[in-house]
T-cell receptor, first 115, second 116 residues
Framework: GAGVSQSPSNKVTEKGKDVELRCDPISGHTALYWYRQSLGQGLEFLIYFQGNSAPDKSGLPSDRFSAERTGGSVSTLTIQRTQQEDSAVYLC?????????????FGPGTRLTVT | AQTVTQSQPEMSVQEAETVTLSCTYDTSESDYYLFWYKQPPSRQMILVIRQEAYKQQNATENRFSVNFQKAAKSFSLKISDSQLGDAAMYFCAYRSLSSNTGKLIFGQGTTLQVKP
């Protein structure tokens, strides 16, 4: 079956603009994660969704970052008033459930460049 | 809080030779999972191998094996008979079993170069 897909693959935006990044998880996966991969910070957790439960937003770096997951499937990560330090690769992953033994499957990521 | 450290930013190996990538972690938990992920230039993270902390036996997956030393909090990856396709960035990751989220905590990564 299809894996995790993300769009766009690359995004260049001007400082101060808003951007939306999309993630389509594997069908049937109830857990969805966003991670950020940047040169200075490495790979860091941003946010987690599990079914209809309240998301874990503990990794979001500022209130300019938000995410939603509609219908328990597609997720959108929104960054408002982008800054140059937001430049990074944003990775999405999904898992059947969030329990530790279940593998997280990653998408190819969106490379965001803020100029 | 748990942390993962990969002290080798870059490693190189000759094709067909063996290489070991190092990883140490810090945790106060007794049950957890450890992973090695491979990230080729395509950016897609691929699971290489997984180790459950309660298992004493080291995990193996074909040419990939780990040396899991729980007391030392060490989790190294050995790649045998290295192939050109093994060239990638490798990440060590920790996953708590007590956390509801199951989020992964990653090390900084090691870039592996395979020389023909």
């Amino acid at each position: 079956g299809a894996g995790v897909s993300q769009s766009p693959s690359n995004k260049v935006t001007e400082k101060g603009k808003d951007v939306e990044l999309r993630c389509d998880p594997i069908s049937g996966h109830t857990a969805l994660y966003w991670y950020r991969q940047s040169l200075g910070q490495g790979l860091e957790f941003l946010i987690y969704f599990q079914g209809n439960s309240a998301p874990d937003k503990s990794g979001l770096p500022s209130d300019r970052f938000s995410a939603e997951r509609t219908g328990g499937s597609v997720s959108t990560l929104t960054i408002q008033r982008t800054q140059q330090e937001d430049s990074a690769v944003y990775l999405c992953a999904s898992s059947l459930v969030s329990s530790g033994e279940y593998e997280q499957y990653f998408g190819p990521g969106t490379r965001l460049t803020v100029t | 809080a748990q942390t993962v450290t990969q002290s080798q930013p870059e490693m190189s190996v000759q094709e067909a030779e063996t290489v070991t990538l190092s990883c140490t972690y810090d945790t106060s938990e007794s049950d957890y999972y450890l992973f090695w992920y491979k990230q080729p230039p395509s950016r897609q993270m691929i699971l290489v191998i997984r180790q459950e902390a309660y298992k004493q036996q080291n995990a193996t997956e074909n040419r990939f094996s780990v040396n899991f030393q729980k007391a030392a909090k060490s989790f190294s990856l050995k790649i045998s008979d290295s192939q050109l396709g093994d060239a990638a960035m490798y990440f060590c990751a920790y996953r708590s079993l007590s956390s509801n989220t199951g989020k992964l905590i990653f090390g900084q990564g090691t870039t592996l170069q395979v020389k023909p």
